[in-house]
């Protein structure tokens, strides 16, 4: 293990920052944390966590594929891909961390694959870090995810005086080896991971039980009357799906800007209505559908594309931002009760 | 260039034929002038105009033909607008083939096969119905079921009368839906069309049309005592990405541009009804 006098931690940005874009946490003027590139003077947020999720780093909102340029009949297809470079992310949580395992799974794994993601997940370090301060939204535990112990090419733990580092892969052993770090013992941040497991053993959200949910429980769980009444109030605002961290449909869009056509995709979301509308019909008429989709996907249909796991991470975000209160908790707690 | 799957080719469209008052049939090439790909019948591809927008299709033309690829597509919306008020010799864009595709080397040979089709639902089945014609020893008796509005709402009716009808190994039933002065043929709705002429229960089954003829053909081959598992269709969502990945098409634990379009309907009981 290595580390570094919290006093030092502009150093350490800096020295990292030299050879690579480095992402950190930070606060705008409204307080809101979110991850941009470091430059002197920017200080690491003391938010428990960023507004959106880290995924935008590997999957951004908005993303060129490739350029047009229309002459009569006669169409140019012109390269948009911009080369990119290393970078390195910080203060990931645990939560995100998982995140990645999850839109790895299409982005990454699946054929065919997708050379945007690739390249950037490719080209990225990411540092984790533990949380010193779990909140009462937080149920990562739910998903066997510890936030004592984060993933990531390296993780990372600070407690009042120090950051302490250790290297998961060779990717981060890399990353730490031309850093100004000190040695520290192994066991030197086994105070803050006891420390953290006194409070998430606090957490109201800990005993979430998932046992109703995962691999083939469409039949069951897919007509529950008490959708209806779940999705009732769902205004549709999509402000969940570009929240979290796992959601992960896009749309592809043109935008002709007179000289060329740029073909983008951006986020998009099952919660809105023209997602699966078509000129022969739509799918999914009411909110109630596109609700059922959004947490079936999550808890159901994902699990069972992917051996189990759950695509959801207890980051707990869409609890704090939804402006009606509805959550992927009330779903879990309500959808999955004894009947 | 950049490669990735989202990032099309160059297609020419190379041929334009008027097939109803609103499907048209579109020959297309890639930028060499060959055919752009190989697809199994039933796969479908994205064309795009730039600036338009990109829409997926079922490939109409047989794999064995071996110069082009092409389409019957009903004007409906946006993109199939633009592709309709286009000349012959523009560019367009393609990527594919998608889709899993019909069972034609696997599970039909040897099969008798009863083709069942709604107006422009002939679309997907005509690629099926030209390759099983192309290789007549694999498969048993062939029957096609095919109606529409009216006369000139059949799609591919020129090939159908000097093609098909006068081959041996095939047997054509059309039908419309309302009496016609210049139509000698049966007159009535397909699934009652299928009803009536009792094709028997070992026969399998593959259908495409609107959600309403469906929904009756399939009642009326329970009926009759056909089995699910001999019954296929081919599905339609709404797509973006076609690789499985941008959520559209998503049904429970499937997606329909990647582990569809063609499903069986023993397949389709076990996933939610939402499509």
Not at chain 1, 208 to 232: R, V
Not at chain 2, 129 to 146: L, P, T
Not at chain 2, 161 to 176: A, C, Q, R
């Amino acid at each position: 293990m290595k580390k570094i006098s919290k006093a030092k931690i502009d150093e350490l940005f800096k020295a990292i920052s030299a050879k690579e874009t480095l992402y950190i946490p930070v606060d705008d003027s409204e307080g809101q944390a979110a991850f941009i590139p470091y430059a002197e003077g920017l200080k690491m947020s003391e938010d428990l966590n960023t507004v959106r999720s880290a995924k935008d780093l590997f999957f951004p909102q908005v993303e060129s594929l490739v350029n047009f340029k229309m002459d009569g009949k006669h169409i140019e297809i012109i390269d948009a891909a911009t080369e990119k470079k290393p970078f390195v992310i910080f203060g990931v949580r645990a939560c995100d961390a998982r995140s990645f395992d999850i839109l790895d799974r299409v982005f990454y794994y699946a054929e065919p694959k997708d050379s945007f993601y690739i390249e950037r997940r490719d080209k990225s370090t990411v540092v984790t870090l533990a949380c010193n301060a779990p909140e009462e939204t937080c149920f990562c535990g739910a998903f066997g995810i510890d936030p004592a112990e984060p993933a990531g090419d390296v993780s990372a733990w600070q407690d009042g005086e120090s950051f302490f580092f250790k290297a998961n892969t060779e990717k981060g052993e890399a990353l730490l080896a031309g850093l100004p770090l000190e040695d520290a013992a192994d066991d030197a941040a086994d105070k803050v991971k006891e420390d953290i497991r006194k409070i998430t053993a606090m957490l109201p959200l800990k005993d979430l039980d998932l046992s109703k949910f995962g691999p083939g429980k469409t039949q069951e769980l897919f007509n529950d009357p008490a959708w209806a009444t779940l999705s009732e109030s769902c205004l549709g605002c999509g402000t969940c799906t570009f929240v979290c961290p796992t959601c992960q449909c896009f749309d592809i869009r043109d935008f002709d800007g007179g000289k060329e056509i740029r073909r983008y995709r951006c986020w998009d979301s099952c919660m809105y209505s023209d997602f699966t509308q078509m000129s022969a019909g739509q799918p999914r008429p009411t909110q109630k559908e596109r609700f059922r989709q959004r947490f079936m996907h999550k808890l159901v249909y994902y699990p069972d594309m992917h051996e189990g796991l759950f695509s959801c991470v207890g980051c707990g975000r869409c609890l704090r931002k939804c402006p009606i209160h509805m959550n992927i908790v009330k779903v879990i707690k309500t959808i999955g009760e004894e009947k | 260039m950049y490669e990735d799957a989202l990032i099309p080719k160059l297609g020419v469209v190379t041929q334009i034929r008027v097939e109803t008052p609103d499907v048209k049939t579109f020959r297309v090439v890639g930028a060499d002038g060959k055919k752009p790909f190989v697809h199994i019948p039933g796969q479908c591809a994205m064309l795009s105009i730039p600036g338009v927008g990109e829409a997926l299709f079922s490939i109409t033309s047989s794999p064995t033909v071996e110069e082009y690829i092409e389409f019957s597509i009903k004007k409906c919306g946006c993109v199939t607008d633009w592709l309709h008020s286009m000349e012959p010799g523009q560019n367009v864009t393609i990527r594919g083939p998608y889709g899993n595709g019909f069972p034609v080397d696997t599970d039909f040979v040897g099969k008798d096969l009863l083709f069942v089709a709604g107006g422009i639902g002939l679309a997907p089945l005509h690629s099926v119905i030209n390759y099983c014609r192309a290789h007549r020893e694999k498969y048993g008796q062939i029957d096609v079921v095919y109606g529409s509005r009216s006369m000139g709402d059949l799609v591919d009716y020129k090939e159908i009368l000097d093609d098909w009808m006068k081959e041996d190994g095939i047997n054509v039933h059309l039908t419309i839906d309302n009496p016609q002065p210049e139509w000698d043929g049966h007159v009535g709705f397909v699934p009652n069309y299928v009803t009536e002429l009792k094709p028997d229960i070992s026969k399998t089954v593959v259908m495409c049309g609107p959600p309403v003829m469906i929904k009756f053909t399939l009642a009326g081959l329970m009926d009759l005592g056909f089995d699910r598992k001999n019954i296929y269709t081919t599905l339609e969502l709404r797509m973006k990405c076609a690789i499985g990945r941008c959520g559209r098409c998503n049904i429970g634990s499937k997606f329909v541009c990647k582990d569809g379009p063609v499903f069986r309907f023993d397949e389709l009981d076990e996933l939610p009804n939402e499509y």
